[in-house]
Nanobody, 116 residues
Framework: QVHLVESGGGLVQAGGSLRLSCEVS????????MEWYRQPPGKQRELVAR???????FYVDSVKGRFTISRDNAKNTVHLQMNNLKPEDTAIYYC??????????WGQGTQVTVSS
């Protein structure tokens, strides 16, 4: 069973920063790609960023240059550093792995609210 625990969300003003963390168990973390998703109010969940096992990264256009995904294989943890936050970044943020997604395992998420 994949277990995901997200943390680090909060309320921040536009232009501010937050650092999200996600502790993962139930997978071989070091060999797995990891992903951050978000679900804005009233919308579907969407991919934000991905980090592969070798460290290469992918970002959706809307967060490029503002968000940075990183991983700590020693702690089975993935992070999302979010800078220059915008009101449209308001969402519940989730992490997952391709294996977890395929088996519909999701954590509780962490709420990020950006005020204008």
């Amino acid at each position: 069973q994949v277990h995901l625990v997200e943390s680090g969300g909060g309320l921040v003003q536009a232009g501010g920063s937050l650092r999200l963390s996600c502790e993962v168990s139930g997978i071989i973390f070091s060999m797995s790609a990891m992903e951050w998703y978000r679900q804005p109010p009233g919308k579907q969940r969407e991919l934000v960023a991905r980090i592969f096992s070798g460290g290469s990264t992918f970002y959706v256009d809307s967060v490029k240059g503002r968000f940075t995904i990183s991983r700590d294989n020693a702690k089975n943890t993935v992070h999302l550093q979010m800078n220059n936050l915008k009101p449209e970044d308001t969402a519940i943020y989730y992490c997952n792995s391709p294996d977890g997604r395929s088996r519909s395992y999701w954590g509780q998420g962490t709420q990020v609210t950006v005020s204008s």
